[in-house]
């Protein structure tokens, strides 16, 4: 297991140090080169790590996870809008879908404001 590690941050541009020690409860992905904690500078590389990806930490660093507002959204333009709708009217032309054809603009619109709506990022 340890080889596939060190291949895998290899692969990523870091070789390991045989001093370093790997925590995979810091990282991303196996052989994740920011998993890997130096031994003179352990402390302070760990908090950053947490920070960096806002991770919370107990034990030698301990650090609560901050919670971040959502960007704000942004409305979808009336040129976009416009051209979904000219697209989706194109396509049931061409595949027959006689209910898309059957609604009015503004159905359209609010059916691709609400396909490009904001999708909630789930933590994982």
Same mark, same amino acid.
């Given at each position: 297991m340890l080889e596939v590690v060190i291949a895998n941050a290899r692969k990523r541009g870091y070789n390991p140090s045989p001093n370093d020690t790997y925590l995979p409860s810091i990282a991303d992905?196996?052989?994740?080169?920011?998993?890997? %904690?130096?031994?003179?500078?352990?402390?302070?590389?760990?908090?950053? %790590?947490?920070?960096?990806?806002?991770?919370?930490?107990?034990?030698?660093?301990?650090?609560?996870? %901050?919670?971040?507002?959502?960007?704000?959204? %942004?409305?979808l333009g009336e040129r976009i809008c416009r051209r979904e709708v000219q697209a989706m009217r194109k396509n049931a032309l061409l595949t027959g879908d006689t209910h898309t054809l059957n609604q009015d603009y503004k159905s359209l619109k609010a059916e691709v404001i609400n396909r490009n709506k904001r999708k909630p990022h789930l933590p994982g």
């Open positions: 992905d196996i052989g994740d080169p920011l998993a890997f %904690v130096p031994a003179g500078n352990a402390r302070n590389h760990i908090k950053k %790590v947490l920070e960096l990806r806002n991770l919370p930490g107990e034990g030698v660093v301990n650090r609560k996870r %901050v919670e971040t507002p959502p960007a704000p959204t %942004v409305e």
